[in-house]
């Protein structure tokens, strides 16, 4: 009886049956935890992974997991406050962890979902090593990637092998990178896009804010809207309200051909206004223009800007550049988006403007659109070779940025230096008008208690012969393409021609001449250096006369 007994149960099989019995019913009480033993209320600090059902179990002590329980049927597992579930999983009882596969989901509270293929769960280290079709759901943020790993001490799930996040209208992927569900912030890692209605961000290394859709690149990158290509090496971008704030020396490429770079830019696109720091230049290739300055401000929708500190327009139209500056320039713009759209340009105080073949300064300067006119207030002074004219207002009307017509108004002054430096042939008169054809000058007409100075040449070697002093009321000049004196032509005038050897000493200069060659720029950085006339050569403006009125109360009185 006995040995029937050995030879059914086999002898130390005896043994080991019991144990294996003893073992399974131990994990299952362990699992669902009696309440005998006082588990089915776990405490904050309880770190055990648990078993909450399967429809099936089984053990396998010489397969290929002998620690581990195959569970399969509407499995579910509690840690810490998450549960998950999966087809079937491998219950690592002894190192608190489990694999799950099929339909693996992982819920927290109702803020995050985590679903894919397969999961390692490690409850020591709160770590999840989820693989293939990993989606990530955090509220209304969506990240989808093949292998993820999240950790749940930090709250941080880290993707590689390729993700994508889904915040509203806004898509993010890249190569590898982090999601926190605790600050809800993203952070991306080579060939890097984001994407959304307006834009496309390019680069190696983005941050996303998903409270705030604030978007910062670092390291080389590009934004792509629909106007403009941006590179920037530090930006941050708001995808919601198109607000960027660009820093590291960089480069907005409007469609239209302008180029806008500065230490640090500031751009949205929705109120169309732009603030530019540091080192700004603005070129514009179709207009042939440009800018440089320190600080820019421009609204595109009402066509306002301000430009300070250092600032500098520039036009190469003509071929030669011409650089203009002053402290301060503003402009506006009437009728914008309109075919009766004309701008208005300010730009004072300390005017100065340098080209090779003319040069300017005055307090104060204003440009018209409508009427292509340059005007210049308060002691202008227009230098042209060795010819210098002064004026209380001096305008400059141009046709295709090529000037065609200037007037001096009040106080009109012209003086031509001579090849010996030594002698000026000038006219003072109240008013000055002088006619260009083709950019050059071909008529001068001084009007208005005329008074001359000039000076005749010997033909055959230029040099001088005498003065010629006029004094008139209208006098016209005309010149040769070369700009050489063609005619002179006078209304009723007195004049006397001195031989050079007998000019009287009060006869070489006219009232109120002055040289100002120590106020005009002499290079295109020479006119951020203001250097003013010497006290009291400052022009005073002149009082018109006006003819008498007879009013009500005067006729009233006589």
Not at 200 to 213: A, K, Q
Not at 244 to 260: A, F, H, P
Not at 374 to 391: A, E, F, N, T
Request: charged share 25%.
């Amino acid at each position: 009886m006995n040995r029937n007994i050995h030879t059914i149960f086999g002898g130390h099989r005896v043994i080991m049956l019991i144990a294996l019995c003893f073992f399974v019913i131990g994990a299952i009480v362990g699992a669902s935890g009696p309440k005998k033993r006082g588990r089915a209320k776990k405490n904050s600090t309880d770190t055990r992974v648990y078993l909450q059902h399967a429809n099936e179990f089984s053990y396998d002590m010489y397969g290929k997991h002998p620690d581990a329980q195959f569970v399969k049927g509407n499995v579910s597992f509690l840690h810490k406050g998450i549960v998950l579930t999966c087809d079937s999983a491998l219950y690592f009882q002894q190192t608190n962890s489990f694999e799950a596969f099929g339909h693996v989901k992982m819920r927290q509270g109702d803020t995050l979902t985590l679903t894919s293929d397969y999961a390692y769960y490690d409850g020591n280290d709160e770590m999840a090593e989820v693989r293939h079709n990993v989606i990530l759901t955090h509220r209304k943020t969506k990240l989808y990637c093949d292998s993820l790993n999240y950790d749940r001490i930090y709250s941080i799930g880290y993707f590689f092998e390729g993700g994508k996040l889904v915040d509203g209208e806004t898509t993010l992927t890249s190569d590898w990178g982090q999601y926190s569900t605790a600050d809800k912030q993203a952070v991306f890692y080579y060939d890097v896009r984001l994407k959304n209605k307006t834009s496309l961000t390019e680069g190696d290394t983005l941050y996303y804010d998903t409270r705030t859709s604030r978007a910062h690149v670092v390291g080389p990158s590009k934004i792509t809207t629909k106007e403009d290509v941006i590179i920037t090496e530090d930006g941050y971008y708001n995808s919601k309200s198109d607000q960027m704030e660009l820093y590291s020396r960089s480069t907005i490429n409007r469609n239209d051909g302008k180029v806008i770079t500065a230490d640090s830019l500031q751009h949205n696109s929705n109120t169309g206004i732009s603030e530019c720091f540091g080192n700004v230049e603005f070129d514009d290739s179709i207009n042939k223009s440009a800018f440089r300055g320190d600080y820019v401000y421009y609204d595109e929708n009402k066509g306002y800007g301000l430009a300070t500190k250092r600032a500098i327009a520039m036009d190469y139209s003509q071929g030669d550049t011409l650089y203009l500056h002053g402290d301060t320039m503003r402009l506006f713009t009437y009728n914008i988006n309109t075919d009766s759209v004309y701008r208005i340009m300010q730009c004072s105080p300390h005017v100065r403007a340098y080209r090779k073949d003319v040069q300017a300064v005055c307090d104060s300067m204003v440009m018209l659109s409508r009427d292509s006119v340059l005007i210049m207030y308060k002691d202008p002074i227009l230098w042209s070779d060795g010819r210098q004219i002064v004026g209380e207002e001096i305008r400059a009307y141009m046709a295709d940025s090529t000037i065609r017509f200037a007037h001096v108004i009040g106080q009109a002054f012209s003086i031509e230096q001579m090849p010996d430096t030594v002698h000026y042939n000038q006219i003072s008169s109240k008013e000055m008008k002088t006619y260009f054809t083709d950019g050059q000058l071909r008529l001068n007409q001084a009007e208005g208690n005329v008074l001359t100075l000039y000076y005749a040449e010997d033909s055959a070697d230029s040099t001088l012969i005498g003065l010629n002093y006029l004094e008139t009321d209208t006098m016209r000049m005309y010149f040769t393409p070369a700009r050489k004196m063609d005619k002179i032509w006078a209304c009723k005038h007195n004049g006397v021609m001195y031989p050079i050897s007998q000019i009287p000493p009060d006869k070489y200069f006219l009232p109120g001449f002055a040289w100002f060659d120590y106020v005009r720029p002499l290079s295109k950085d020479d006119i951020l250096e203001w250097r003013p006339k010497k006290e009291g050569m400052e022009l005073k403006k002149e009082k018109r006369r006006q003819a008498p009125r007879n009013t009500v109360a005067t006729l009233q009185k006589n």
